[in-house]
């Protein structure tokens, strides 16, 4: 059987795939640069570190968005038919919630920062 790049009513394809496991990894990501960022005690290694989570951020959004964009654009597999009445019934609210949390969390972050009395300016990746 053929990689499909795209879904089909059977099965995901390996672009979903991938931007799902990039996700996941990139929020693990997140969480741990989050947790060490608070406990460097070098000024400097902790702004840079800051700089970093707020890019990955960035990324982390943009992959998210294009994840909801791809996820409305193609077929979504159907659930084996081992799968019980409620789990068919709460399977898309679980999936919007999770959609929902994933852009709530980058655009809370962004808009924690964009309002800071600090006023450092957030520089994606040092690139812009």
Same mark, same amino acid.
């Given at each position: 059987m053929p990689a499909l790049i795209t879904n089909n009513t059977t099965r995901y394809g390996w672009a979903a795939i991938a931007l799902h496991w990039l996700i996941a *990894? *990139? /929020?693990i990501g997140q969480f741990v640069l989050g947790v060490v960022m608070? $406990?460097? #005690? #070098? &000024?400097?290694?902790a702004f840079e570190l800051i &700089?970093?989570?707020k890019s990955f951020g960035f990324l982390l959004?943009?992959?998210?968005?294009? $994840?909801?964009?791809?996820?409305?654009?193609?077929?979504?597999? *159907?659930?084996?038919? #081992?799968?019980? $009445? /409620?789990?068919?019934r709460t399977a898309p609210?679980?999936?919007?919630a999770?959609? *929902? @949390? &994933?852009?709530a969390l980058p655009l809370s972050g962004w808009a924690l920062v964009s309002v800071s009395v600090l006023e450092i300016p957030s520089v994606p @990746?040092?690139? @812009?």
């Open positions: *990894a *990139a /929020f608070m $406990r460097v #005690s #070098s &000024q400097r290694t &700089q970093l989570h959004l943009g992959l998210v968005i294009l $994840r909801i964009a791809w996820r409305l654009g193609n077929a979504v597999p *159907a659930l084996p038919r #081992s799968v019980g $009445r /409620f789990e068919r609210l679980v999936h919007f999770l959609y *929902a @949390f &994933q852009l @990746f040092n690139l @812009f």
